[in-house]
């Protein structure tokens, strides 16, 4: 792989990073519960630092202008949830977005971990991915037993 197609991939997961880090920001300004806000302002964290290693790697790879902003479907993404909120008012709707979020994350990440990526990159970006399932699982854990308590 030449170091164009590793900038460019490592730009698509900065996009889908910065999609990340706004997402769970909205989310928190979205939510009512004051433990999904402070978890979803912590998830927002992880992915800005996220960005920032994937960034610092694409200028390592010589290029002095990595991706900056997230996706225009991350945009998208986000005024879908704002509008749903209004529509339903309640927290289940905005969990289930980041889910979905996540898990487009999740198919990033893999289609890129399904590249022949320099081994320190491949690293970085496994260990990133590894994170994100992380937070896959969390905020599905959360939408569920948030799900559960509203049923009961």
């Known amino acids: 792989m030449n170091n164009d197609d590793t900038v460019a991939i490592l730009n698509d997961l900065i996009e889908i990073s910065k999609d990340g880090e706004e997402g769970f920001r909205t989310s928190a300004e979205l939510v009512n519960d004051e433990n999904l806000k402070k978890t979803f302002l912590e998830r927002a964290e992880g992915c800005k630092k996220a960005v920032t290693v994937l960034q610092n790697k694409v200028k390592e790879l ?33 969990l289930e977005g980041c889910e979905r979020a996540e898990e487009v994350a999740k198919d990033v990440y893999t289609k890129a971990l399904e590249q022949e990526l320099p081994e320190e990159v491949r690293r970085v970006v496994q260990h990133q991915y590894e994170e994100l399932l992380k937070n896959y699982e969390l905020v599905r854990n959360l939408r569920n037993t948030h799900d559960a308590t509203r049923k009961n």
């Open 62 to 94: 010589g290029v002095n202008y990595p991706a900056q902003s997230g996706s225009v479907l991350g945009s998208l993404h986000r005024g879908w949830l704002n509008i749903n909120m209004v529509l339903s008012d309640n927290d289940s709707t905005v």
